[in-house]
Each structure stands twice: as structure tokens, then as C-alpha cells.
T-cell receptor, first 113, second 115 residues
Framework: GQQLNQSPQSMFIQEGEDVSMNCTSS?????WLWYKQDPGEGPVLLIA?????ELTSNGRLTAQFGITRKDSFLNISASIPSDVGIYFC?????????????FGQGTTLQVKP | DAGVIQSPRHEVTEMGQEVTLRCKPI?????LFWYRQTMMRGLELLIY????????DSGMPEDRFSAKMPNASFSTLKIQPSEPRDSAVYFC?????????????FGPGTRLTVT
């Protein structure tokens, strides 16, 4: 089946540093979503992207829908300890209109105070 | 508005027992999804419903798993009989295709441990 390649798998950074992670696919997507999962909780939607080239911010988070429609990235500026968690990308393939999302494997972020 | 509600939050049971997980989607949402999350396999879609009708159950591991949605505000995922390899966190998510397209909203999950 279709897969999303999310990288990096994990990151260990110093508080205050900027973070960048991305998600790529071999096929075209018409929607990209970014979620964050805190320990013991369900994934929480951070940002939704619906147009190629779209750049959307949510506080210190910025995400972009790649112009080729095959990738997306998420940036976190000036990281703080509460940014710790697992970040997932998810997408809706262009070839499918089922409502099902394809999820990446996640990026585990650890922030050292 | 209340988010997706799942119960119980934790379930510990012995192998062979029946387990029932419950979900109440966000009011007005027409899609409901059941996922399973493990370290080895990540987040897996088990089954999803549209307007209470199962659309795709290809992710259900085997016949021991079954899911129902008797009405728009309630769904169950049942495992009978349970096995240790079913230990995982099970999430329910819902979405409103008309208002918010493909955005899925997750519940807090049920952590299942089968001994």
C-alpha cells in the first residue's frame, strides 16, 4: 500500500533551537496534516494543508504543502520543553477520496532544557 | 464541545477473555475510525464507518476482531477471544467530511494489556 516516509525518526535538541522534519511520498497527495502526540494521549491536530505551495503557521509551528504535492515539512522555532512528543504527518492521496489518511511513522522529539 | 470520548482508558485482561472498547465520536461527525498503535507497527487503521456503515475493514487483523456502530453517537470494537499480541493502544477518531474535509480528531485511547 501507499506509504509516507517521515524523517528524521528522532531528534534530540537543545531548548531554543529550531526543528525541521519532513514527509515524502512517491505519489501525489491532496491534503497534508500534522499531528502531535503527547505520552499517554491521542494525536492532536496541529496544522492542515490543502493547496500545493500553501504555508501555514500555528504559533511557533510552520508547515508547508510541497509544490510537487509529494511532500510536506513542519518547522518548530525556538523549541521549548513542552514540544517533546511524537510528531506525525498524515495525508490523503489524490487518487483516493475515501476519507482514509496515510500516516508517517512519526518523529520523536526530545528537548533538553 | 466535547472531543472524542473513549472508554475504558485502561483495560487489563487475561488471554481468552472478551474485550469491548467504546467510542463516542464528536457530535455531527459522519466518519468514525478505529486505529491500533504499537511500537513495532506504528498507527494502523483497523476499520472505518461512514454514516454508521462500515466502509473498509481490511485492516481488521482477524475474525477475533469485530466493530459495530449502532448509531451516530456510539461505536464498539470487540476482541473475542483476546490474545497477548492484541496488547496495544486503541484509538478512535472522527471527522466531518463536509465541514473540515479529511481532518480526523482522535480520542485519548484505550491501553489494552492482555496477559
Amino acid at each position: 500500500g501507499q506509504q509516507l516516509n517521515q524523517s528524521p525518526q528522532s531528534m534530540f535538541i537543545q531548548e531554543g533551537e529550531d526543528v525541521s522534519m519532513n514527509c515524502t511520498s512517491s505519489s501525489i497527495f491532496n491534503t497534508w496534516l500534522w499531528y502531535k502526540q503527547d505520552p499517554g494521549e491521542g494525536p492532536v491536530l496541529l496544522i492542515a494543508l490543502y493547496k500545493a505551495g500553501e504555508l501555514t503557521s500555528n504559533g511557533r509551528l510552520t508547515a508547508q504543502f510541497g509544490i510537487t504535492r509529494k511532500d510536506s515539512f513542519l518547522n518548530i522555532s525556538a523549541s521549548i520543553p513542552s514540544d517533546v512528543g511524537i510528531y506525525f504527518c498524515a495525508g490523503q492521496p489524490y487518487s483516493s477520496n475515501t476519507g482514509k489518511l496515510i500516516f508517517g511513522q512519526g518523529t520523536t522529539l526530545q528537548v533538553k532544557p | 464541545d466535547a472531543g472524542v470520548i473513549q472508554s475504558p482508558r485502561h483495560e487489563v485482561t487475561e488471554m481468552g477473555q472478551e474485550v469491548t472498547l467504546r467510542c463516542k465520536p464528536i457530535s455531527g461527525h459522519d466518519y468514525l475510525f478505529w486505529y491500533r498503535q504499537t511500537m513495532m507497527r506504528g498507527l494502523e487503521l483497523l476499520i472505518y464507518f461512514n454514516n454508521n456503515v462500515p466502509i473498509d475493514d481490511s485492516g481488521m487483523p482477524e475474525d477475533r476482531f469485530s466493530a459495530k456502530m449502532p448509531n451516530a453517537s456510539f461505536s464498539t470494537l470487540k476482541i473475542q477471544p483476546s490474545e497477548p499480541r492484541d496488547s496495544a493502544v486503541y484509538f478512535c477518531a472522527s471527522s466531518d467530511r463536509f465541514l473540515s474535509s479529511y481532518e480526523q480528531y482522535f480520542g485519548p485511547g484505550t491501553r489494552l494489556t492482555v496477559t
